[in-house]
C-alpha cells in the first residue's frame, strides 16, 4: 500500500471494511477484527490509528507484527494469512494487515480450555463499522459459503411465495418483517430466509445494524 492509499483510507474513517486500532490490545481483540474481516468481504486493519483518524504510529514495527503474526497461527481457526506491511506517514509508522475474504468460512476464535488445550469460540462478521458475533443462523450461511458445503434444495411454499410477493414492491426486508408478514415466529422466519441465502434466491446485507436480505440478481 502506497503512502497515498494510506492517507486516504484513514480519512474515509472505519467502516466495513476498515479498522482503527491505536495500538495491539490484545490476541482476543485483534483476532475478533481479523475473523469479522475473513468471515466477510474482507478489509483492512490498522494499527496505529486512533478512533478519531489521529495517526499516533507505533513503537515497534517487528513486535506489532510478530503480535499479528501469532494471533493468525495460534487465536484464528481456520489459521489466517493475511498481508502486513509497515508504512510510514507524518513520520510514524502503521502496520497495515489486509485480510481477504476467506474461501474456508466460518473462522473461529480459539479459546483455552487448559493450558494446553483449546476449542472453536465465537464467530465474528462486520457489520457496518463494528465486528460482531454472529448467531447460528448466521454460521449457518457463512459454511454454505465454503467451496465444499453441501447443496441445499428447497420447495417453494406459502411462505416463500408471501416474500417474494413482498419483493414485488420492497427493495429489502428483514426477518423480523418476514415474520410478521407470515405470521410465523422470528426464529422460524430466519430459517427460512437462511435456506433461501444459502441456495442463492436471496441476499444477506450485514453493513447496518439490523441484518436485511435482499433478492438476488
Same mark, same amino acid.
Given at each position: 500500500?502506497?503512502?497515498? @492509499? ?12 476498515? =479498522? ?25 486493519l490498522?494499527? +496505529?490509528?486512533?478512533?478519531d ?9 517487528? @513486535? ?6 501469532d ?29 481477504e475474504e ?33 448467531g ?6 457463512? =459454511? ?23 419483493? =414485488? ?5 428483514t ?32 453493513? =447496518? ?7 438476488? +440478481?
Amino acid at each position: 500500500m502506497t503512502r497515498r @492509499e494510506l492517507k486516504e483510507l484513514i480519512a474515509e474513517g472505519e467502516s466495513l471494511p476498515v =479498522e482503527f486500532k491505536r495500538k495491539f490490545t490484545t490476541h482476543e481483540k485483534i483476532a475478533r477484527e481479523l475473523i469479522a474481516f475473513a468471515n466477510t468481504s474482507g478489509g483492512w486493519l490498522l494499527i +496505529g490509528v486512533d478512533d478519531d483518524q489521529y495517526v499516533v504510529g507505533i513503537e515497534s514495527e517487528k @513486535e506489532e507484527i510478530s503480535l499479528v503474526e501469532d494471533v493468525c497461527a495460534n487465536s484464528i481457526e481456520p489459521p489466517l494469512r493475511p498481508t502486513i506491511e509497515v508504512v510510514q506517514i507524518h513520520h510514524v509508522d502503521v502496520v497495515v494487515v489486509r485480510v481477504e475474504e476467506s474461501t474456508y468460512k466460518p473462522h473461529h476464535l480459539l479459546t483455552t480450555v487448559h493450558s494446553d488445550m483449546f476449542h472453536n469460540g465465537a464467530v465474528y462478521i462486520r457489520q457496518a463499522d463494528k465486528s460482531v458475533q454472529a448467531g447460528k443462523e448466521m454460521i449457518k450461511i457463512l =459454511e454454505s459459503q465454503r467451496s465444499d458445503s453441501e447443496p441445499v434444495t428447497l420447495s417453494i411454499g406459502k411462505h416463500e411465495k408471501h416474500l417474494f410477493e413482498f419483493f =414485488e414492491t420492497h427493495e429489502r426486508i428483514t426477518a423480523k418483517q418476514y415474520a410478521d408478514l407470515c405470521n410465523i415466529s422470528e426464529r422460524r422466519a430466519m430459517r427460512l430466509l437462511v435456506r433461501l441465502v444459502r441456495i442463492g434466491m436471496i441476499f444477506i446485507h450485514t453493513q =447496518e445494524k439490523t441484518p436485511y436480505y435482499t433478492l438476488a +440478481g
